[in-house]
């Protein structure tokens, strides 16, 4: 991320009160276009695909004037989706980047674990 | 039970964030200078007094509550204080009584914060720890004992878990090697951690040991991956966290050593869609959905779940999801257990669970006490019928390593024995090996 951004998360180990963590989806390419390669090699494209995507969405945000109102950006998964914990006005805004299908928010959940 | 937090409104003291806060209580400790730091005044604790008390709620205190002797009305109302962030944990014995609350606080210098994510589900057993490993009969009908006879316990099959970790040196895993990570919750540290494995809270070594326990496991031959990805406070978890446990997971998946072994990945999690808030709920399910897609349609996992412990008529996601395998829980005499959830899927509108799984009273490993001595107890729930079911399928990956996804789940499912039960309850009936 952008120099504000990395300093703001040196900094601080919680992000400021008015960001949250919200799920960017991204393209990916679909399953039937991997159909017939091994496990490891999947990985490396489809980890790739979102190390790109990423990438392209934080120089997105960056050409936006942006980067001050993002606290950090998740390290890319195999996964679909980036982790971004920003304001509320950068997630509405990112709707509007070209690799992004859509953003939601990312609440911690409980789960129903049972005690004994 | 419900919960809401009061707080004074950070701009009455500057705005800081909680380490900050921290940080400034050792230095407050130091200079005696108690004007930077928010705390438990006389005036924010008479104030809740004067709002709270005529509501209904007890009684106000600045000393830890929940004496044993407490009537059960005391109970419901208590004021756990929390000195250090000038708040109060206010537990309200409805709904009702908080709205009237936050009505009251609203134009104050009070924040009231509704916490309803913080209550757990009920205990369905009774706590009892045994020191030693009681004999364990998995029934005739489970196969198990004729698989073990036989040299099958599940050797050549990856399964992984995600739960609240495992203490690898339980006497259970001394002699097993199990790749763990723990996945931290705090932005900071969202990192992997490549540690021994550990469970502070006991669940995720009860589950371990009921898939690959030495002596206790339906197939204690599998390659175990397990990563801790649920905080034993408040069993609470994120679906950031779940990915970036799962995506090191499929990396493993790749490794020379495990690119043609079946996976099975066991997760005795969900959450209840009402809990999370509606303009979350959404996407966060197609998050989950394209996140547990891509294991089954790219990578071939079989994803097995507990279907939830919240009773009949009710389910959680993503048990409910068709990628899944979603597992009920029955008792050794083939009854559905009372707080086995069950339904039909509001996607697939198939009837849910797929299949069943002993999961009541359950002796498994839990942990270990002060002395290194190893424990054990009897759990219930579906979070012990999935592993059996997840076991059950590597029982038979493990004979056939062409098993695989949807191979597997219907070999699994054709091989289930019928039961007397609605399938709303228990599926095709019960996992077996045959």
Known sequence: MGTETDKMASIYSVPPTNMAEFIV????????????IDRAEKYKLLKANSVKRRDEIKAWIKTQGLDAEVFKIEEPTVFNMLFITCTPRVATQLEHADPVVSVSRSPEFSVGLTKR | MHSFIALIKKSKFETMNLETLLVNDKQRSRTDNNTLFPKLTDEFTQKLTEVLIPLGFKRVTTETPMEEDASDDEQLSNFIPLNYLGAYVVNSPNEQKIK???KLFDESDYDIISDVQLSLPKPTQSERIYRRRKQINWPTESGVHEAHR??????????GVLDTGCDADHIQFRRKQIDFRYVPLHYRFKKLRDVRGFDVDGHGTHVCGIIAGQSIGVAPGVDLMVASVIESETYRTSLSRISIALDWMIFEFGTEDNRDKPIIINMSLGFVPELIPKRDRDLLMVGIRELISTLVEDFDVLPIVAIGNDRPGNMCAPEYFPETLS???IDSKHKPA?????GFSPISREPQPDIAGY?????SSVGRDRNNRTLYTEMSGTSMAAPYGTEIAALYASVNTNFRRDILRRHLLNTALPLQAPADRVGVGLARFT
Do not use: W
Not at chain 2, 150 to 159: D, M, P
């Open chain 2, 100 to 102: 009237e609350a936050e």
């Open chain 2, 359 to 363: 999961g009541v009273n359950i002796f």
């Open chain 1, 25 to 36: 989806r991204i393209n990916r390419p679909s399953s039937t276009e991997l159909a017939g």
């Open chain 2, 338 to 342: 009372p707080f086995s959830g069950g």
């Open chain 2, 327 to 329: 597992v009920g829980a």
């Open chain 2, 150 to 159: 036989n040299g099958i316990i599940g050797k050549g099959v990856l399964v």
